[in-house]
């Protein structure tokens, strides 16, 4: 489960930056989604303490374009799990795109202090730079 959401995390950027030019999502594919979501919500309803639910369910919704619920989603996983890297990398996408510059380099900044994976706080510190020299988006 661990190496699927790292490899989800990887692929986010590149999945970000060509979101203008990716098709929408198969009807079939938002309809599973949308049904995975629900699933998720669920269980997060149950399990209110369960950080990998709120992570799951957060790329969930970065799936099916939803970043508002994304960030809901994630903001609750590292609110149960301060050091979620992954959480924090995808909040720090989300803050990003909406232009919040201060949420989007502590969101960094966690990533960068959390990240075992070379990859991830290697991007993380990429976008902290950018962010710092008055860049916005992704690298």
């Known amino acids: 489960m661990k190496k699927l959401l790292i490899a989800l995390l990887l692929l986010t950027p590149a999945l970000s930056r060509a979101e203008g030019n990716r098709p929408p ?34 790329f969930t919704y970065a799936r099916l374009r939803q970043p508002n619920d994304a960030q809901r989603a994630f903001e609750s996983a590292v609110s149960l799990d301060p050091k979620r890297a992954e959480a924090h990398y995808m909040l720090g996408l989300i803050y990003e795109k909406k232009g919040m510059k201060d949420m989007a380099l502590s969101a960094w900044r966690a990533c960068l202090e959390n990240a075992k994976d070379p990859a991830m706080r290697n991007t993380a510190s990429r976008h902290i730079h950018n962010l710092a020299a008055g860049k916005i988006g992704t690298p």
């Open 25 to 58: 999502e198969s009807p079939e594919a938002v309809a599973r989604l949308k049904k995975e979501a629900a699933g998720l919500e669920r269980q997060a309803a149950a399990d209110p303490k369960n950080a990998d639910i709120f992570v799951k369910l957060g």
